[in-house]
C-alpha cells in the first residue's frame, strides 16, 4: 500500500518540477539587448532549482526502495508462517486418518471378542454336559447293571429356593438349574448343576413350565436338551401382562445320557416364592 502512494508522488515532485521550470523560461524572455546584468546571473538559479527536483526524486526513490525491502521481508515472513501451518495441517491431517484407522480396528476388535464370547459360553456349557456325563463312575455303572431291578426314578424341582427373580435376557442359550428340589427319588437329578443323569436305559417322561412376564422385545422360553442335542421348546411372547409356556416329552435314555433345561437365548425367565418355573420327570419304564 505504501509502494502505491510513492509512484504519484513521484510523478507529481517531476510535473511540478517541470511546470516550475518552463515557467520560469517564459517569465524571463526578455528584448534582444535589453537584458542587465541581474538577468545574465539567472541561469544560476534555474539550474539549483533543477538540481532540488532531482534531489526530491532520489529522497522518494530511497523511500520507495527502503519501503519495498521491508515489504519482501514481510512476504517472506509470511511465506514461512504459511508454510509452517500448512505442515501442521498436514500433520493434523495425517493424525486424524490414523485415529480413525484406529476406530475402525477397534470396532472390529470388539466385534470378534464378542464372537469369542459367545462361542466360548456354547463350548462352555458343552464341557459342562460332557463332564457330567463322564462323573457317572464305573462303580454306579457296575452297581446297576447288578442290580438288575427295575429302578423307581423320579423328581420334581423349582428354579429358586426362596424369593423372587427374573433370569435374562442373555445374547446365547444360557443352563437353566433348577434348585428348590421337591421330590428326587434315586437321586438322579442334580440341584447343583440341573443335570438329570439316567440310571438305567428305559422310557422317562419329563415335564417343564417357565413363568415370565410380558415384554415388548423379550419372550419367555426355554427348551429341553438332551446331551447337548435340543429336543422341545416351550415359547411365547406378548407385550404384558404374565405368560406361561410349558411343554413335555417322553425320551428313551440310556444309562448316563444327560437331560436339562437351556435358557432360551434373548429370552427372560422369572419365578417366586410361589414356584411357577418347574422342571419334572421320572421314569415310566425300563428297556
Not at 101 to 125: F, G, P, S, Y
Request: with cysteine.
Amino acid at each position: 500500500m505504501e509502494m502505491t502512494t510513492r509512484f504519484p508522488l513521484l510523478l507529481l515532485i517531476c510535473s511540478l518540477c517541470t511546470a516550475q521550470l518552463q515557467t520560469e523560461s517564459d517569465n524571463h524572455i526578455i528584448p534582444l539587448g535589453g537584458e542587465t546584468e541581474a538577468v545574465r546571473r539567472e541561469p544560476t538559479n534555474t539550474t539549483d532549482q533543477q538540481q532540488g527536483c532531482k534531489q526530491d526524486i532520489h529522497a522518494v526513490l530511497r523511500e520507495m526502495s527502503a519501503s519495498l525491502a521491508e515489504q519482501r521481508v514481510e512476504m517472506r515472513h509470511l511465506q514461512r508462517e504459511n508454510e509452517a501451518q500448512a505442515e501442521k495441517l498436514n500433520k493434523l491431517e495425517l493424525q486424524t486418518t490414523e485415529l480413525e484407522k484406529q476406530k475402525t480396528e477397534l470396532k472390529l476388535q470388539k466385534t470378534e471378542v464378542d464372537k469369542l464370547k459367545q462361542e466360548l459360553q456354547a463350548q462352555t456349557a458343552e464341557l459342562i454336559s460332557i463332564k457330567a456325563r463322564t462323573n457317572v463312575t464305573e462303580n454306579q455303572v457296575e452297581v446297576l447293571k447288578r442290580d438288575g431291578k427295575v429302578k423307581q426314578v423320579a423328581f420334581s424341582a423349582s428354579l429358586f429356593t426362596s424369593g423372587h427373580g427374573t433370569l435374562g435376557p442373555f445374547n446365547t442359550q444360557t443352563p437353566l438349574v433348577f434348585r428348590h428340589v421337591v421330590t428326587n427319588i434315586g437321586n438322579a437329578y442334580n440341584p447343583n448343576t440341573g443335570f438329570f443323569i439316567a440310571p438305567v436305559r428305559g422310557a422317562y417322561h419329563f415335564e417343564f413350565h417357565i413363568y415370565g412376564h410380558g415384554h415388548a422385545s423379550h419372550p419367555t422360553a426355554a427348551v429341553l436338551v438332551k446331551n447337548g442335542e435340543n429336543i422341545f421348546i416351550a415359547y411365547e411372547h406378548q407385550p404384558s401382562y404374565s405368560v406361561n409356556p410349558s411343554n413335555g416329552v417322553t425320551l428313551l435314555l440310556e444309562v448316563g445320557d444327560v437331560v436339562f433345561m437351556h435358557q432360551w437365548t434373548n429370552t427372560r425367565i422369572h419365578d417366586n416364592q410361589n414356584h411357577r418355573t418347574t422342571f419334572s420327570g421320572h421314569l415310566l419304564f425300563t428297556m
